[in-house]
Nanobody, 116 residues
Framework: QVQLVQSGGGLVQPGGSPRLSCSAS????????MSWYRQGPGTEREWVGH????????KYADSVKGRFTISRDNAKSAVYLQMNNLQPDDTAVYYC?????????WGRGTQVTVSS
């Protein structure tokens, strides 16, 4: 049974640097492309970025490039989203997603609210 358990987030002040985590079970983690998405209030879910199965390469949306970093620890079956210099426009529910030969699966999401 696939599970993606997310943690982190919450209320963050502008300029803050929280880190989100996504821990996987029930999959061969080292074979999965791991992605992060977000959905802000009244908006569609948008791709934030992803990291390759071995973590050697990552890509990012222009809106977060240079501020967000995705990393993974295959030994721990976990992927992380380090977010720096958060702004109110970054307020959203953040989701991790796995993509592999078994299909896609989403985490349940974690709320990040950027406000002073």
């Amino acid at each position: 049974q696939v599970q993606l358990v997310q943690s982190g987030g919450g209320l963050v002040q502008p300029g803050g640097s929280p880190r989100l985590s996504c821990s996987a079970s029930g999959i061969i983690f080292s074979g999965a492309l791991m992605s992060w998405y977000r959905q802000g209030p009244g908006t569609e879910r948008e791709w934030v970025g992803h990291t390759s199965p071995n973590g050697a390469s990552s890509k990012y949306a222009d809106s977060v490039k240079g501020r967000f970093t995705i990393s993974r620890d295959n030994a721990k079956s976990a992927v992380y989203l380090q977010m720096n210099n958060l702004q109110p426009d970054d307020t959203a529910v953040y989701y991790c997603k796995k993509t592999d030969s078994g299909g896609i699966y989403w985490g349940r999401g974690t709320q990040v609210t950027v406000s002073s």
